[in-house]
């Protein structure tokens, strides 16, 4: 198939190799001219894929038209924030049977709602949301790798299970698109949060409790907003949060490390180099807990001590001294 992912990314990257590898024409949209140059002339995207070399019929263009035109599949590789612009952009370009495909996991921002709501009000097209426990470092070295493909359109979802999957990257199918985002979105809070705790210096014993009592956090603000409590037990549930807390490829746990070791969150941010989605996350699922009437202690804990300049340790001993009660 014709495959053309709007963003040169570390994931969006890694994905269209594997794209490319399995013999789909594949094409990276990327604004900056010189990555441009590097990947079609180098075959490489150091800024975000270091020491992995694509190959040599994957494609980049800074041309948006060219990037678009007679294509079958649009992958918005982009950050949750971003979704919204670039889904604005490139609406004048579409014909309208195009499969819209997501790989951000967020919330949009402005109007707190899924990222899906946000492309289907904007191109009047269901997207399919492609989610899971997937690093970029791992699938770019064709390592074993399952994602999950969620949307409204039955038939864009299966053509995009088809065509993604391979020898290396398994794809499941969920209709539950709500609890899909959610759970990609709300994970990366905990991942913070767990980070926190390794930057502090606490065990094993700590991550354990804040995994734990996080995926109730995360099941509880998803079945308010109408998600399958089931979901939450996958691979876009507890499979990605597992992931997310525990690897040092995670960007979110990485920057709630630096944060724990008392750098401030600009600082963390800056270190880590690339998009943290739990910080946005963090906003967002902290006004909607309020709006909805949610108890999201973690969540607010991380909130405190990224914008409200709490000490994290404080925030620990907070957590351990609310009241007590049944699990």
Known sequence: MKITFLGGGSFGTALAK???V???DVLLYVRDQERVRHINEEHINEKYLKGIQLPENLKATSDLKKALTGREIIVLAVPSNAVRDIAEKIKPH??????IVSIAKGIDPKTLRPLSETILDIINTDPVILSGPSHAEELALELPTTLVASS???LAMVRVQEAFSCDTLRVYRNHDLMGVEIGGAVKNIIALAAGISDGIGYGDNAKAALMTRGMAEIIRIGEKMGADTETF??????GDLIVTCTSMHSRNRRCGMLIGQGHTMDEATKEVGMVVEGIKATQAFFELAKHHHVDMPITD???RVLFEGADPKVAVLDLMNRELKRE
């Open 233 to 238: 037990y996958g691979l876009t549930g507890i």
């Open 94 to 99: 579409l014909r309208g049977d195009e499969i």
């Open 22 to 24: 399995i013999g789909h």
């Open 301 to 303: 804990a991380v909130h």
């Open 18 to 20: 594997s794209m490319t």
């Open 152 to 154: 409204h359109n039955e």
